[in-house]
C-alpha cells in the first residue's frame, strides 16, 4: 500500500513540473541575480516567445502572458534584460494583444519551466 501511494505521489508531482511554467516574473537588476537572461527582439519573427504583459497575476494563466512582480519572492522566474542577442538565453517580443501571446520556438520551453 505504501509503495502505491509513493507511485501516485510521485505521478502527481512530475505532472504538476511539467505543467508549471513560470508566468511571473521578476526583472533582476544584475544579470548574476536572474535565473535567466532575455533579449528583446526588434520584431516577432526573430523571437522564441511572444509576450504579453498583463496587469495582474491572476490573468497571467497561459504561456506568453507574464506579469511583472515587484519583488523577487513573488515571482516563478527572475529575468535580466541583455543588450544583445548573443548574451541572451531567450529572445522575447511584445506584443499588443494577448491573443498574439504564446511560443514560436517550442524547443526552449524548458527555460521557463
Not at 71 to 93: G, H, N, P, R, T
Request: no cysteine; aromatic share 18%; hydrophobic share 40%.
Amino acid at each position: 500500500m505504501k509503495s502505491l501511494f509513493s507511485f501516485a505521489l510521485s505521478i502527481v508531482l512530475a505532472f504538476a513540473a511539467f505543467t508549471a511554467n513560470a508566468r511571473v516574473v521578476y526583472k533582476a537588476d544584475y544579470e548574476s541575480q536572474a535565473d535567466l537572461s532575455v533579449y528583446v527582439a526588434d520584431y516577432e519573427s526573430q523571437s522564441d516567445l511572444s509576450v504579453y504583459e498583463v496587469d495582474y497575476e491572476s490573468r497571467s494563466d497561459e504561456d506568453g502572458l507574464w506579469y511583472f512582480a515587484d519583488y523577487e519572492s513573488q515571482a516563478d522566474k527572475s529575468i535580466y534584460f541583455v543588450e544583445y542577442e548573443s548574451q541572451a538565453d531567450l529572445v522575447i517580443y511584445f506584443v499588443d494583444y494577448s491573443s498574439r501571446a504564446g511560443w514560436n520556438e517550442e524547443s526552449k520551453k524548458h527555460l521557463l519551466r
